[in-house]
């Protein structure tokens, strides 16, 4: 027997010849005439996306990004992904999130657990619930998305194909079903996601967990992992070294301290985040009472130039507090915790942030400001990986408040590099070629993955799809190939716009010699212009 339930969203692929059980992905388009997905605004072709319009350009990159997830998974059952633009408020890009939970079909690997909509039909073989979407997503139509799809993100803006990518993503199953401030799994099932989220200091599984003990892991910032083996094994492919904040000066609190990451702005490096730390000052008015909050523009602008701003939290968000620490002339930004408890992420969207920002503890940030003449740097620790437990298990965002439709469902913002799946979307990503061990997490779950070569017009390209470090170089040819073929007049000018793509492959070093050949050979293949 078939059991479901309505599931709640978290804040659109082909059937491609010689591809075992390529999935397909559908995005429906809910939008009414002349907005978001229909937005008849003129637009100038950019980076690989020939649409005239607006509308058209953002309806190109969601079928980019439906073609990649599509050639990632496997599945004989379509995906239809109901997608659309609103306004979603302030720091809010994206949201989406499965129709449906399922359980207890004889095919799933666990009984009394949920599965997602999307792939609780692909473990079935058949469509559960037919006539309706699988995923529902929405976007902001607040923000002016960068459009796309080299990857190649312009500092200051925001991917298109990333934030699309994302919230695929979500939908897919790259989320829990249980709600983190209450402690409990939606109608008391555990989901499969769950299964797989383990509470370092409790030492237990969620499904294992009593109600209580689930909402003190929810705030358990930076002690809450997802052990899935394929994730696991992905870490340390995809993750860099370890880092601490190393203070030097003065010798009093000489030493390393553990640091939270912010989701927005240049990362903080060993590279970009060094120098002298000053306490910032600011006016005591109705953006913030206190004068160290940096809620108001800096009235010791002169001493924070150039250096590191230290900035309270609380008041007024953490971007508002970055963006006048930068035009004080700050090269980085640490905001010191109003609470007991570990250094925490920092969330939001500005892409107007260019300096660098972490945060420390409240005990550590009381040492930092009570001293003068402090210089502090990150630093490499030499052991684990930046975002794991020393078993190598990726962190989970867990902040402390709950940030519903966030918390849990994301990997935490401590992962360097920047993730697709944390909970902000920065310019540092290219979701286009690589999705580091995001697809992993889904395999883990339960989702197969096309880990063989790229098919295009029924021929093998010798190129993979995915690897085992999220590189999809395979899954971007075919994706490229379909929106060619979707968007080219006659098969000359396909021929001339595929090869213009090969060699953009090979001069990255993203495809060898041979396999460049074997792709211009398997596009002279094709025989219809529409999608293949």
Not at 176 to 183: I, K, V
Request: proline share 6%; aromatic share 8%; net charge negative.
């Amino acid at each position: 027997m078939n059991k479901s339930i309505l599931a709640l969203s978290v804040a659109l692929g082909v059937a491609i010849a010689g591809m075992s059980h390529a999935a397909e992905v559908v995005p429906v388009n809910f939008d009414g005439p002349n907005e978001g997905y229909n937005d008849p605004t003129p637009a100038a072709p950019v980076a690989g996306n020939p649409g005239a319009t607006v509308g058209i350009q953002r309806q190109i990159v969601a079928q980019f990004a439906a073609d990649l997830w599509g050639a990632i998974l496997q599945s004989d059952v379509p995906i239809f992904v109901g997608a659309q633009f609103n306004p979603l408020g302030a720091n809010v890009l994206g949201s989406a999130g499965s129709t449906q939970a399922w359980y207890d079909h004889p095919n799933f690997p666990m009984q009394g657990t949920l599965y997602n909509a999307a792939l609780g039909d692909a473990l079935a073989g058949e469509d559960l619930d037919p006539g309706f979407t699988d995923i529902t997503s929405q976007f902001s139509s607040d923000f002016t998305f960068y459009l796309g799809l080299d990857g190649a993100t312009p500092a200051g803006q925001i991917s298109f194909l990333d934030v699309v990518m994302h919230e695929f993503g979500h939908g897919l199953g790259f989320a829990n079903f249980e709600n983190e401030a209450q402690g409990t799994f939606l109608a008391g099932i555990k989901d499969i996601y769950s299964v797989y989220t383990y509470d370092n200091t409790q030492g237990l599984f969620w499904p294992d967990m009593s109600i209580a003990q689930r909402q003190a892991s929810g705030v358990n910032y930076g002690n809450v992992v997802f052990t899935g083996a394929s994730t696991v094994a992905a870490a340390p492919l995809v993750l860099d070294p370890r880092t601490h904040l190393n203070i030097s000066a003065p010798p009093a609190i000489a030493g390393n301290y553990q640091y939270g990451t912010a989701g927005f702005g240049p990362t903080a490096r060993v590279q970009n985040f060094h120098g002298n730390v000053v306490v910032s000052q600011d006016a005591s008015d109705a953006a913030g009472p206190s004068t160290t909050d940096g809620c108001s523009p800096f009235t010791n602008a002169a001493a924070v130039a150039g250096n590191i701003a230290v900035v309270d939290r609380g008041t007024c968000g953490f971007v508002v507090k970055v963006l006048n620490a930068q035009a004080a002339g700050a090269t980085g930004v640490i905001v010191a915790n109003n609470a007991a408890g570990p250094a925490p992420g920092l969330g939001g969207n500005d892409p107007a942030i260019t300096i660098p920002t972490i945060s420390l503890s409240q005990a550590d940030g009381a040492l930092v400001k009570g001293n003068s003449g402090v210089v502090a740097a990150i630093q490499a620790t030499g052991t684990g990986l930046q975002g794991a437990d020393d078993a190598g298990r990726p962190r989970l965002f867990m902040p402390n408040p709950v940030q519903p439709g966030s918390s849990g469902s994301h990997f935490d913002t401590n992962l360097l590099p920047n993730a697709l799946m944390e909970p902000s979307i920065n310019d540092s990503l290219n979701a286009a070629m690589f999705i580091d061990s995001s697809a992993n997490l889904l395999q883990d779950t339960g989702w197969t993955l096309n880990k063989g070569p790229a098919y295009i017009n029924g021929c093998n390209t010798e190129v993979t799809i995915i690897d085992d470090a999220g590189l999809i170089v395979g899954a971007n040819i075919i994706a490229t190939s379909n929106l060619i073929a979707a968007t080219s007049a006659n098969k000359t000018a396909y021929m001339a716009r595929m090869e213009a793509y090969r060699n953009s492959l090979l001069a990255a070093n993203l495809i060898t010699g041979r396999q460049g050949g074997k792709v211009m050979q398997c596009a002279g293949k094709i025989t219809s212009l529409a999608k293949n």
